[in-house]
T-cell receptor, first 116, second 111 residues
Framework: GENVEQHPSTLSVQEGDSAVIKCTYSDSASNYFPWYKQELGKGPQLIIDIRSNVGEKKDQRIAVTLNKTAKHFSLHITETQPEDSAVYFCAATLPHGSGNTGKLIFGQGTTLQVKP | NAGVTQTPKFRILKIGQSMTLQCAQDMNHNYMYWYRQDPGMGLKLIYYSVGAGITDKGEVPNGYNVSRSTTEDFPLRLELAAPSQTSVYFC??????????FGPGTRLTVT
């Protein structure tokens, strides 16, 4: 089945710097890759996603890139702010069919700390 | 839209007790999921449902049961609670385009 590896497990940056979190996946048939932000005591919140027919997607200060050949995707946060501090999870899913129902396989999470 | 709602927010159970975690969504999503998240870990899928009356096991289903009688509700039942079930439980629902939205979670402690 699909497996997702996420690095680093912790990341500390100064306010205003950029942060990059990387994930690799094992099944080349995966076609949807979301990123979630989880603040302390809250549920994961979908912040951006990318589909396999797109190489890059941007939404204000966050962007996601996908390299299908290498089977990895990355989250980029620019001009980081203290409120970006949270745990970030990547995930991947296989398309419907062949017994798959679009279940998400999550990475292990990255704790991002943005120092003022 | 309220999105995905979960009750209760917190609960303490004694070993051997049972309880039902409630989950509801008002987005008319067919797909719903239950996850557990242990401290410092990612999310593990317990059960999921692709529509009313249809449920299936995820990665860690032992000790849990689910039912899906309506599109809106997807309760998770814990029978004979054990300390290993101490965790934070998240319910989620999903659009047809894969976007998955999570509830606020239920923090469960079994002592």
């Amino acid at each position: 089945g699909e497996n997702v590896e996420q690095h680093p497990s912790t990341l500390s940056v100064q306010e205003g710097d950029s942060a990059v979190i990387k994930c690799t996946y094992s099944d080349s048939a995966s076609n949807y890759f979301p990123w979630y932000k989880q603040e302390l005591g809250k549920g994961p919140q979908l912040i951006i996603d990318i589909r396999s027919n797109v190489g890059e997607k941007k939404d204000q200060r966050i962007a996601v890139t996908l390299n299908k050949t290498a089977k990895h995707f990355s989250l980029h946060i620019t001009e980081t702010q203290p409120e970006d501090s949270a745990v970030y999870f990547c995930a991947a899913t296989l398309p419907h069919g062949s017994g798959n129902t679009g279940k998400l396989i999550f990475g292990q999470g990255t704790t991002l700390q943005v120092k003022p | 839209n309220a999105g995905v709602t979960q009750t209760p927010k917190f609960r303490i159970l004694k070993i051997g007790q049972s309880m039902t975690l409630q989950c509801a969504q008002d987005m008319n999503h067919n797909y719903m999921y239950w996850y557990r998240q242990d401290p410092g870990m990612g999310l593990k899928l317990i059960y999921y449902s692709v529509g009313a009356g249809i449920t299936d096991k995820g990665e860690v289903p032992n000790g849990y049961n689910v039912s899906r009688s309506t599109t809106e509700d997807f309760p998770l039942r814990l029978e004979l609670a054990a300390p290993s079930q101490t965790s934070v439980y998240f319910c989620a629902s999903r659009t047809t385009l894969y976007e998955q939205y999570f509830g606020p979670g239920t923090r469960l402690t079994v002592t």
